[in-house]
């Protein structure tokens, strides 16, 4: 495979993984369905992680490893090194989704314990004790209704989708370089005879 190919590939499967994690980000604001006031929704989700981490820093990257994909092979090498820039940015916004996805999860959710008061219930536990170990005490959290779920399915979603896209745009990097220094294709020679 060329490395134009290769681009390509890789900018084509950015897109929708950047659509799930705006998608996700988005649902972590409407726990369960429901509409909260701002100071109930859990503060992690507001650094934008899914929507700009993995979202909008995957989706310039993937614009241009497109371009630099071409119809398979661009034979622009300035295309290259600029998709290995972009894709070095889209490795950053991975790693930054990933990085606060995980602290989403160890940290637990922002919820009612039943006295009408939202607190972080989970927070300064040791990992040995987490929440997420002990299903159990997922009682604790009486409104909204089924916050812990909701928090752990989605900032576990948005955690791969980061470390996915970390990964990708590595791989990127990587392609990049080499079409931009060997050239994004090797085309098959033919001898004098045609044949």
Same mark, same amino acid.
């Given at each position: @495979?060329? =490395?134009? *190919?290769?681009? *390509?590939? #890789?900018? %084509? =499967?950015?897109?929708? !993984?950047?659509?799930?994690? %705006?998608?996700?980000?988005?649902?972590?604001?409407?726990?369960?369905?429901?509409?909260?006031?701002l100071s109930e929704i859990t503060d992690l989700v507001w650094f934008f992680h899914g929507i700009l981490g993995a979202g909008i820093?995957?989706?310039?990257p993937a614009f241009m490893m497109l371009g630099a994909g071409g119809a398979g092979c661009c034979a622009n090498r300035c295309g290259m090194l600029l998709?290995?820039?972009?894709?070095?940015?889209?490795?950053?916004?991975?790693?930054?989704?990933?990085?606060?996805?995980? @602290?989403?999860?160890?940290?637990?959710?922002?919820? /009612?314990? &039943? /006295?009408?008061?939202?607190?972080?219930?989970?927070?300064?536990? +040791?990992?040995?004790?987490?929440? !997420?170990?002990?299903? +159990?005490?997922?009682? %604790?959290? *009486?409104?909204?209704?089924?916050?812990?779920?909701?928090?752990?399915?989605?900032?576990?979603?948005?955690?791969?989708?980061?470390?996915?896209?970390?990964?990708?745009?590595? #791989?990127?990097?990587?392609? &990049?370089?080499?079409?931009?220094?060997?050239? =994004?294709? @090797?085309? *098959?020679?033919?001898? %004098?005879? &045609? @044949?």
């Amino acid at each position: @495979m060329c =490395t134009g *190919k290769c681009s *390509k590939c #890789i900018g %084509i =499967t950015l897109f929708p !993984l950047a659509l799930c994690a %705006i998608v996700s980000n988005i649902l972590l604001y409407f726990p369960n369905g429901q509409v909260l006031q701002l100071s109930e929704i859990t503060d992690l989700v507001w650094f934008f992680h899914g929507i700009l981490g993995a979202g909008i820093l995957a989706i310039l990257p993937a614009f241009m490893m497109l371009g630099a994909g071409g119809a398979g092979c661009c034979a622009n090498r300035c295309g290259m090194l600029l998709s290995v820039f972009l894709s070095l940015l889209g490795l950053v916004g991975g790693v930054y989704c990933a990085v606060f996805s995980s @602290m989403g999860l160890i940290g637990g959710p922002l919820c /009612d314990t &039943g /006295d009408g008061e939202y607190i972080y219930p989970f927070r300064n536990n +040791t990992l040995e004790y987490n929440y !997420l170990f002990n299903q +159990t005490t997922w009682s %604790i959290c *009486k409104e909204p209704e089924n916050i812990i779920l909701w928090n752990i399915v989605l900032f576990s979603i948005l955690l791969a989708i980061g470390a996915i896209e970390a990964v990708l745009c590595f #791989i990127q990097v990587a392609n &990049g370089i080499i079409g931009f220094i060997c050239g =994004t294709c @090797m085309r *098959k020679k033919t001898n %004098i005879l &045609g @044949m």
